[in-house]
């Protein structure tokens, strides 16, 4: 084991790692972006004996991100014994995941015109395929999970830098909120479901149809009532008690998913009044409203 600083607990490292056309390239990208030295395809045994060197030469802060997945010769036979000896090291690691659908996957590379590193004498889907399976045990492990088959290159980049750009700071837990339409699917990523289905619905106003929870008069709409007030306080209450606990636990990163028919109205409504409530109270946090640009 190396001999560490007394502040080498705070020292964060992360790994990239997930499907192939999944947006690992732009995570790591983004990582460097914000001070983040980054390493792709480093050959696993050689990932300690690099931390050690990098506590040798210096005692300065850095921030150190490893992009491992299928390309990387023995990671996933051995990623295992490779997370438990960083860990062992004292080094703060944290597993990214990204993962998108097949459909998205299958256009992403047929845009591209890149060859999938599965892929031999089959198609591309039966590739992804491959590739999910030999995957299936790293996704267990990983810390935060991803899916990026909504998201744009520009989402992506913004989510990594605004959750990751303050990561050695705080151990705190960080929390993620989704807001989406169960028409389009469950986030898959979520730890946390709330189902608003329950509260009015705007899209039965003619003046708010068209609206979406974005904008003011929906916002009045759903809050103004009072069924709504009462579930945002016992909401809100309970997960006042859940974050601190889930941090107790060692998580770092807490999804809440809220969810409604078509994720423009009510569920938005009410994951950007957690929003509010969440950061006045000083949780770190991002948004993403998944499905708010579905027609």
């Known amino acids: 084991m190396a001999n560490l600083?007394?502040?080498?607990?705070?020292?964060?490292?992360?790994?990239?790692?997930?499907?192939?056309?999944s947006g690992k390239s732009t995570a790591l990208r983004a990582l460097e972006d914000i001070g983040y030295?980054?390493?792709?395809?480093?050959p696993i045994h050689l990932a300690p004996k690099f931390l050690q060197l990098r506590a040798q030469i210096t005692q300065e802060d850095m921030k150190i991100a490893f992009g491992m997945d299928v390309r990387t010769k023995g990671f996933i036979e051995h990623h295992g014994t490779l997370f438990q000896e960083l860990r062992g090291m004292g080094y703060q690691l944290h597993i990214i995941f990204l993962e998108a659908s097949d459909q998205v996957l299958i256009q992403r590379f047929s845009q591209t015109r890149r060859h999938h590193p599965l892929a031999e004498n089959e198609?591309?889907?039966?590739?992804i395929q491959k590739e999910r399976r030999k995957l299936q045990n790293l996704r267990q492990d990983a810390t935060r999970t991803i899916d990026t088959s909504s998201m744009t290159v520009h989402d992506l980049r913004v989510l990594i830098m605004e959750e990751y750009s303050q990561f050695p700071?705080?151990?705190?837990?960080?929390?993620?909120?989704?807001?989406?339409?169960?028409?389009?699917?469950?986030?898959?990523?979520?730890?946390?479901?709330?189902?608003?289905?329950?509260?009015?619905?705007?899209?039965?106003?003619?003046?708010?149809?068209?609206?979406?929870g974005l904008e003011l008069p929906v916002q009045d709409y759903v809050l103004g009532r009072e069924e709504t007030r009462e579930f945002i306080g016992r909401f809100f209450t309970m997960l006042d008690y859940l974050i601190p606990n889930y941090q107790k636990e060692g998580k770092t990163h807490l999804t809440v998913a809220i969810g409604c028919s078509g994720g423009h109205h009510r569920s938005v409504v009410i994951a950007n009044a957690l929003k509010n409530h969440l950061q006045s109270i000083g949780h770190p946090l991002t948004i993403n409203h998944r499905d708010i640009t579905h027609e």
């Not at 030295?37 to 480093?42: E, M, R, S």
């Not at 198609?123 to 590739?127: G, K, L």
């Open 5 to 21: 600083s007394p502040n080498q607990e705070l020292f964060p490292v992360l790994i990239i790692t997930g499907l192939s056309g």
């Open 37 to 42: 030295f980054c390493i792709d395809n480093l």
């Open 123 to 127: 198609s591309i889907a039966a590739a």
């Open 169 to 212: 700071l705080t151990r705190r837990l960080h929390l993620h909120i989704i807001s989406f339409g169960f028409k389009y699917g469950l986030p898959p990523e979520a730890d946390i479901v709330m189902d608003v289905r329950f509260l009015p619905n705007p899209f039965f106003i003619k003046d708010l149809k068209e609206l979406n």
